[in-house]
């Protein structure tokens, strides 16, 4: 997530780079940001200084009732204090919110050496490991393997899931079942301490990794609950080794 003081300070740069992705939305959104942290310092300096008049009022009220005084007037200017007060605090606490919101929303900067385009073809090849192997027929794809290995059964599973789902059967869970094993193992003999972690977020945490505003139509939820599946079709553990493995490639 972007610093606003960050942002604050650097305006120009931030814009320049967010406009890179080729996204105006961006632009927009980032400049409705600058506009309501403008608008946010200008009220909290509104506010805090109300505050300090209403202390000081509370102040001259009390001296007064001590000399036994009429403080009405007092009395009613501080009740219009503590109105104009009670309305800059919603105002700050809106913009507060919303400031957040745009914060979670913005992408990160691009780092200097992203490669700008408007689609793959300006994407430039790091490395290459391997050769491209060549075949003399045609490619098949997993669902066609599966289903002719008899290792998977969509048909069985739309019925009792929907589409886009599959029973694993026979030696396909024992293939899923020994690359599990095969990371485990190769963690394990590099020290690492295996964490199998929950497969339910609450919203909070979960708008600390994503921009949750953007996809949480599509994202599974427990109905009446904060709860969130974790947006992944890898098996954790899984990922975790692919990353170990192309760390040691670097």
């Known amino acids: 997530m972007l610093d606003i003081k960050f ?13 890179k992705r080729g996204n105006p939305e961006n632009g927009k959104m980032l400049d409705a940001l600058i506009k309501l942290d403008r608008e946010w ?5 509104k506010l805090n ?15 007064l009732k001590k000399m036994g005084k009429d403080v009405s007037g007092k009395v009613e200017k ?8 009670t309305g800059i605090q919603a105002e700050v606490a809106r913009a507060e919110e919303k400031t957040r919101e745009y914060l979670m929303r913005l992408p990160n900067l691009l780092h200097e050496t992203v490669p700008i385009g408007n689609d793959e073809n300006a994407n ?23 289903v002719n290995l008899d290792v998977i059964d969509i048909e069985r599973a739309g019925k009792v899931t929907g589409s886009r789902f599959f029973y694993l059967k026979g030696k396909g869970v024992l293939l899923d079942m020994a690359l599990m094993r ?27 990794v994503t921009a949750l505003g953007d996809f949480e139509e599509v994202l599974y939820k427990i109905e009446n609950e904060d709860l969130y599946l974790i947006a992944t079709s890898e098996h954790p553990m ?13």
């Open 78 to 85: 501080a009740k219009k204090l503590d109105s104009k007060i």
């Open 49 to 63: 200084d109300l505050r300090h008049e209403r202390k000081v009022m509370t102040t001259e009220i009390a001296v």
């Open 7 to 19: 942002i604050r300070e650097n305006p120009g740069f931030v814009k320049n780079n967010l406009m």
């Open 238 to 250: 899984a990922a975790m080794f692919m990353n170990e493995v192309m760390k040691e490639e670097d």
């Open 41 to 45: 310092r200008q009220n909290l300096t």
């Open 182 to 208: 095969f990371a485990l193992e190769s963690l394990t003999k590099k020290g690492y301490l295996l964490v199998e972690p929950p497969y339910l977020m609450r919203r909070e945490p979960y708008e600390g």
């Open 124 to 146: 430039i090849q790091i490395r290459r490991w391997g050769s491209i192997p060549e075949f003399d027929f045609a490619f098949k794809n997993h669902i066609d393997l599966g």
